[in-house]
């Protein structure tokens, strides 16, 4: 009798949420039956994992954050505690609580930093304090005032535009006669789903459960039969830097779709553009792309959980590149040349438009990234340790 519960529960749960973005589209749940264990690895990948809901009052567990706090000057500072409901910020000055805010939704896979922000109405407001996972450490957002606590930088739809699967958003006017953005609260899907790369898939669901016998796709775009330039742009929608924008929000972007056609693109234009973001225009850049037709699945295992380590990357190089002949580097450097291609041809640079301010202090933490122009660097004749 129980059990009997338990089943019906479990199947009333199974039955479809309508998704937020229209009856095209199934919901990656759905994806889990026939495509398992792509769907369980890329439960690990950073892109599924890039934003969540921190709404339960044990969310936070996951991302091992610290209690603790970020000191301005002797007289404001902010707090980091544990209190009901989940984890808060909360401002300080002359030691008196002047405000308090829960961390209610998490930007950021934890692959260098987190950056969090409360809900104010319908509203996603920035928190002052992001985390950063390799130095520990709780730091002043980037772009924030270095003297003084800020709560009132909202987030923009276009954050959660390469951040999250979708958000419907509405634009209001305020009183002074500005545009605002709100969004819609329940239309929120956290996280990259299967349908934001591969496009709504309804149909393509809805044909294989009626046709079990049938093990071609159907109603799915096929990656590996697009052209060059389209498969680089369905990874480029979101890795070509945050000036990028379209009238209509990049979430309906699918496989085949141009961005090209956006008034708004801008190729490589000789001088590099910020790392931060920019991997499309810096990797069009270079020979290996031009020539070679990379593209970036050459290197990247787009479903995988696992941190692929430089050696791994190196042989993806040597793959195309057998006997290079390296005249000018010195000797001592030889050893690298099967394990490790990555820091002399794509140095790790650092982001000019974001830095991280250290707690009691005015110096900033760099945000460091990879450049993808791939090339010979004069200067780095020696690779770093
Ligand atoms: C009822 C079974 C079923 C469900 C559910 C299903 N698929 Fe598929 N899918 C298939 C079959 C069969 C193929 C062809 C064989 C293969 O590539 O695995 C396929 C192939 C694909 C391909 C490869 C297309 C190509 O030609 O390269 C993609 C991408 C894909 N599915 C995405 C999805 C996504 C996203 C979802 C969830 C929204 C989903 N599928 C749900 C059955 C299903
Ligand atoms: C960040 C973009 C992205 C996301 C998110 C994504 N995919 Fe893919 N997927 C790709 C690319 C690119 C390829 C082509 C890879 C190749 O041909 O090696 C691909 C290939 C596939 C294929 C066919 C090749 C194969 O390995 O069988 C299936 C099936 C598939 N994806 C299903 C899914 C499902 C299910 C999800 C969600 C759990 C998902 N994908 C999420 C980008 C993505
Ligand atoms: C919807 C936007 C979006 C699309 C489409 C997208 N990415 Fe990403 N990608 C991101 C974001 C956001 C991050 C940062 C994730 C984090 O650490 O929070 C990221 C991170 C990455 C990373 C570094 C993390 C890791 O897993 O090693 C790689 C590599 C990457 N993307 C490759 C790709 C490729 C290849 C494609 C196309 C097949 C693609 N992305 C499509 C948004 C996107
Ligand atoms: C054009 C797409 C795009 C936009 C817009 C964008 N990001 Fe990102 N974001 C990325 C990509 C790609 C990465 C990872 C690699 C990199 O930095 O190039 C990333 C990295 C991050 C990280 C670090 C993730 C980690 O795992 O360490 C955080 C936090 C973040 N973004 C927050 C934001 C916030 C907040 C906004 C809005 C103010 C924003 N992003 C706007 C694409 C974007
Ligand atoms: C799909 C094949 C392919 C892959 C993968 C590839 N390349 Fe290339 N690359 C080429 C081709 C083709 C050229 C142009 C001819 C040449 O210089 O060999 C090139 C050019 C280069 C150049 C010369 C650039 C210049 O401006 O003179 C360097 C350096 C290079 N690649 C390094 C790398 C490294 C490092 C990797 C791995 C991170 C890599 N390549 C991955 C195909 C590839
Ligand atoms: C020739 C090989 C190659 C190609 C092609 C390539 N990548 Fe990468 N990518 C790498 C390597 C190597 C790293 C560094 C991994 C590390 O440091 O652990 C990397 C790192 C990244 C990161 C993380 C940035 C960081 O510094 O943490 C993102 C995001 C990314 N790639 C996106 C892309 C996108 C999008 C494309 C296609 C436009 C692409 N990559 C094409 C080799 C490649
Ligand atoms: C210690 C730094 C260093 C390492 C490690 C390194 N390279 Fe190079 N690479 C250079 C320099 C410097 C040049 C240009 C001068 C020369 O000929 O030595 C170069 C040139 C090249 C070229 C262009 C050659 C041409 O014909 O113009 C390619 C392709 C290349 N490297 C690929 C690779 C690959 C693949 C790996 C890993 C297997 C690798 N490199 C490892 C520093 C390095």
Known sequence: MLSSIVIVIVQCTQIKEKDSRGAAYAGSTTCNSCHKNIADSYAHNAHFNTSGFLTSATATDSLTLPIGEFVFNEKTKVGIEKRKGGLYQIAYINGKEVKAERLDFVFGAGLSAYTFAFWYGKKLMQMPL?????EHQWVNSPGFPAEQIYFGRPIIARCLECHTSYVDKKLIQTNDLKEEEEFVKGSLIAGIDCERCHGPATKHVEFHQQNPEVKEATHMVSYQSLPLSRRIDMCGVCHSGIELQSLTPTFFFKPGDTLRSLPQYSAFTGKDPDVHGNQKQLLEAGLCYI??????????????????????????CISCHQNVAHTKIEEKDNALLSTNC?????????????GFQVSNSKDKIPYKVRTHRIAVYKDLLKAEK
Do not use: F, W
Request: charged share 25%; with cysteine.
């Open 130 to 134: 992001n985390y950063l996972t390799k």
């Open 342 to 354: 990555i820091d002399c041809h794509m140095p790790v640079k650092e982001s000019s438009a974001i």
């Open 291 to 316: 020539i070679g037709k990379t593209d970036c699945i050459s290197c990247h295992e787009i479903h995988n959980e696992n941190k692929v380590s430089l050696k791994i990357y190196s042989q993806k």
